[in-house]
């Protein structure tokens, strides 16, 4: 087991431009798994409660788990953690393509990366070899061109994670971008790399990768991999904005900045529709779904137009046309910006100007002002310097009360009006708005297993579900996992490629350790339980289905997680 889990993580320090290599231990496995587990728990060892998250004190965290780079399904993945300059949460963000295989191949589970250097520079890791480049010639070009041209140096077979304009110019919401569409998206971190004179991480390797049990593990795997597919199909077909109808005909699709949750043109911009200019599919490594679109309308070419950069630049600005969307994806990738923020953001401007709050010429649906903000907020210029800064708090500063956000989180594309176990699982959620830490939407909305009205129980649910994704984030499998698989074959995948024996139970059970930890985290930041709350709008407004939501349910949740509360 001991020569199966070798891993190493180095410290880099961008101040000292050192680099200092420790081993991992098999306890740390044992008590976090790895991913998730092991970089929460160094961040909160190793960072120094109240430091600015621009500080050069603040540590940047690349993380893979134990079946990273393994023929386990969907093991691909890999995870960004630091201290958030968007909401100052301990905050971790999932990229897939092959950064984390080409991580796990250099032998190497966890990066962390310390001080700021002096002028640009970027990281090349090969091996054991670690190297700390000038990024000068590069530091203002965009995430296309930097790629393109780290590439052309350090060879196709190099993995890059990069920042556009928008990390250099510290937009607290800029992404860290991997093969040119694919992103630690949320949450501002590609602002922490800007904010280090951090341009990119290049990565490749070439170590074997060792399995405890091959045969069972690939047995295992097989079974998974069948179960997978038969419950991904539109998943396969559509990529994911095949929820787009699902969600308009539940009265949840948000639209007009969360002022409505149906939008009458949502057709235009389904998967369905969507399907009709798909030119090809793609996977990440070691996945069966290949959920990843090429879309081509007219003369654009788009990859990765998600169901969330659909409703945040479609129906949540009143955006029917696919060719806009497309281009506000591509620029955001190449700038560097979150699509779900940005957007939320923009649609939050826009009905501030619809009731006079601004004098600016935009308004909902209006296709070529959406674009052009999009390039202002990442250049910070005029108007984009203040969105820039993120919605909580640019309506903070102009007392708008109509930011649709949690702990500073941007909310991704779910009305949580009418959905009980959901409202509750975004309130509560560590690192702000997000709908991926109890992914309880999927019951409640799409599969309709759980009845969205009900509120018996679904504290209980929530918790589990937030237990099961804290430890799956640890491994790191693609959350799509979850729609196929439970604690059982999640420890067994870990049982059979490592030797450690976590049955389901103990699975749970350093699930729960490590939101525990988060909160811990966030809770000496001064970010308490005064923070698990809902967007106004959510309380007192009803949608489109004729809802609002509570959380009368949360002092139930807070009962079970044994939290103590003021």
């Not at 790895?34 to 160094?42: E, R």
């Not at 991904?232 to 900045?257: F, M, W």
């Not at 659909?310 to 060719?323: C, M, P, R």
């Not at 420890?491 to 059970?509: M, P």
Request: with cysteine.
């Amino acid at each position: 087991m001991k020569e199966v889990l070798e891993g190493k993580i180095p410290e880099i320090n961008l101040s000292k431009s050192s680099v200092k290599v420790e081993d991992i231990d098999i306890e740390t496995f044992e008590n976090y798994i790895g991913g998730k587990g092991l970089a929460v728990k160094y961040l909160y060892e190793n960072l120094k409660p109240k430091i600015d998250p621009f500080d050069e004190k603040n540590i940047l965290i690349f993380a893979i788990g134990p079946l990273t780079g393994t023929p386990a399904p969907c093991s691909g993945k890999a995870v960004l953690v630091s201290k958030s300059p968007l909401t100052n949460t301990i905050f971790d963000s999932y990229c897939g393509g092959y950064f984390g295989f080409a991580m796990r191949r250099s032998g190497y589970y966890l990066i962390a990366i310390k001080g700021r250097s002096n002028s640009p520079c970027y990281v090349y890791i090969e091996n054991e070899n670690v190297e700390i480049l000038d990024a000068n010639e590069i530091w203002y070009k965009n995430n296309f061109e930097t790629q393109d041209i780290l590439k052309r140096k350090h060879g196709k077979d190099s993995q890059i994670a990069s920042i556009g304009i928008a990390g250099v110019n510290k937009v607290r919401f800029a992404n860290v971008i991997h093969d040119r569409h694919r992103a630690f998206g949320r949450g501002g971190l590609g602002a922490i790399m800007g904010s280090k004179n951090l341009k990119a991480v290049v990565i490749k390797g070439n170590k074997r990768i060792k399995i405890f049990d091959k045969q069972k593990f690939r047995e295992t795997c097989k079974y998974a991999y069948e179960l997978l597919r038969m419950q991904t199909v539109r998943l396969q077909k559509y990529g994911t904005p095949n929820i787009v109808k699902i969600l308009n005909e539940e009265k949840a699709l948000p639209t007009r900045n969360f002022q409505k949750s149906y939008f009458e043109n949502a057709d235009k911009i389904s998967g369905e529709t969507l399907s009709k200019y798909h030119i090809g599919s793609y996977a990440c490594f070691s996945c069966n779904i290949r959920c990843g679109k090429i879309i081509k309308v007219e003369d654009i070419v788009t990859y990765s137009l998600e169901y969330e950069t659909v409703f945040s630049f479609g129906s949540n600005l009143e955006i029917d046309d696919i060719k806009t969307i497309a281009l506000a994806n591509n620029l955001c990738n190449d700038l560097g910006l979150d699509t779900i923020s940005t957007g939320v953001t923009i649609a939050c401007f826009i009905e501030a100007c619809e009731k006079g709050i601004f004098k600016y010429d935009i308004k909902f649906g209006d296709n070529k002002s959406v674009l052009k903000l999009i390039e202002e907020i990442a250049y910070r210029k005029n108007i984009g310097n203040e969105l820039a800064e993120g919605v909580k708090r640019f309506a903070s500063k102009y007392g708008i009360d109509f930011a649709m956000e949690i702990k500073g989180l941007e909310l991704p594309g779910y009305d949580a009006r009418g959905v009980y176990g959901y409202s509750l699982a975004i309130a509560t959620s560590n690192r702000g708005g997000c709908h991926l830490r109890a992914p309880i939407y999927i019951d409640e909305l799409l599969n309709k297993t759980l009845n969205r009205f009900e509120k018996k129980n679904k504290a209980k649910e929530v918790i589990y579900k937030q237990n099961l994704n804290a430890a799956l984030d640890s491994l790191i499998l693609c959350k799509f996992t979850v729609r196929a698989f439970d604690e059982t074959i999640y420890s067994k995948l870990l049982k059979y490629c490592t030797g450690l024996n976590i049955d389901e139970k103990k699975f749970l059970e350093i699930g729960n350790k490590i939101f525990h930890l988060e909160r811990e985290f966030n809770r000496r930041e001064g970010i308490d339980e005064r923070y698990d709350y809902l967007p106004k709008r959510f309380l007192y407004e009803k949608n489109s289905g004729g809802y609002v939501t509570d959380l009368e349910i949360l002092d139930e949740y807070y009962k079970l997680r044994k939290l103590k509360t003021k």
